[in-house]
T-cell receptor
Framework: EAGVVQSPRYKIIEKKQPVAFWCNPI?????LYWYRQNLGQGPELLIRYENEEAVDDSQLPKDRFSAERLKGVDSTLKIQPAELGDSAVYLC???????????FGPGTRLLVL | GQQLNQSPQSMFIQEGEDVSMNCTSSSIFNTWLWYKQDPGEGPVLLIA?????ELTSNGRLTAQFGITRKDSFLNISASIPSDVGIYFC???????????FGKGTLLTVNP
């Protein structure tokens, strides 16, 4: 069974530029999560989707971050415009009932210059 | 908010030694998870614990869900060089799916 797929794996951009990350969850997993992991820290939740509905986006900085999961499968996380402090690893995870145990993708490493 | 204290922050051990790390929480959790993260990769699930007092093994790894539901430990027996990495504990409470992560334990194994 394929795991969570993310792309790109690495991205380097200049500040004020837009950037987008893509995630394909494990097949059959209805719940999808986006996390941000700063250097030396554990991941922190940005947004959680149940199918196509964002059910928890309380930690998403909505002035510059947006996400979508239009057909309840793949998801895209966007930052516009990017700031220096956005440099981090952006992780996608997915889960399913009954345990909702979360499985992570390899992440996208973002560097904002 | 919920906070997890994970210790130790780092460990340097010799190949063949046993390792123990733990996490404590200010809140009760219903699920404890242990992940390992290699450089440039995402966290990989090692062990999931769903009941207080549960003791679960995965090869050389053993983890327990504390009976107070506020702590968990992970043991690695007979360490090998490929055990090197960062180990994270994560807890989940109530009906909230949100995972709270510790800051990780960096394990270095000298061959």
């Amino acid at each position: 069974e394929a795991g969570v797929v993310q792309s790109p794996r690495y991205k380097i951009i200049e500040k004020k530029q837009p950037v987008a990350f893509w995630c394909n969850p494990i097949s059959g997993h209805n719940t999808l999560y986006w996390y941000r992991q700063n250097l030396g820290q554990g991941p922190e939740l940005l947004i959680r989707y149940e199918n196509e509905e964002a059910v928890d986006d309380s930690q998403l900085p909505k002035d510059r971050f947006s996400a979508e999961r239009l057909k309840g499968v793949d998801s895209t996380l966007k930052i516009q415009p990017a700031e220096l402090g956005d440099s981090a690893v952006y992780l996608c995870a997915s889960s399913t009932r009954p345990t909702e145990t979360q499985y992570f993708g390899p992440g996208t490493r973002l560097l904002v210059l | 908010g919920q906070q997890l204290n994970q210790s130790p922050q780092s460990m340097f051990i010799q190949e063949g030694e046993d390792v123990s790390m733990n996490c404590t929480s200010s809140s009760i959790f219903n699920t404890w998870l242990w992940y390992k993260q290699d450089p440039g990769e995402g966290p990989v699930l090692l062990i999931a614990l769903y009941k207080a007092g549960e003791l679960t093994s995965n090869g050389r790894l053993t983890a327990q869900f504390g009976i107070t539901r506020k702590d968990s430990f992970l043991n690695i027996s007979a360490s090998i060089p490929s055990d090197v990495g960062i180990y994270f504990c994560a807890g989940r409470g109530g009906s909230n799916y949100k995972l709270t992560f510790g800051k990780g334990t960096l394990l270095t194994v000298n061959p």
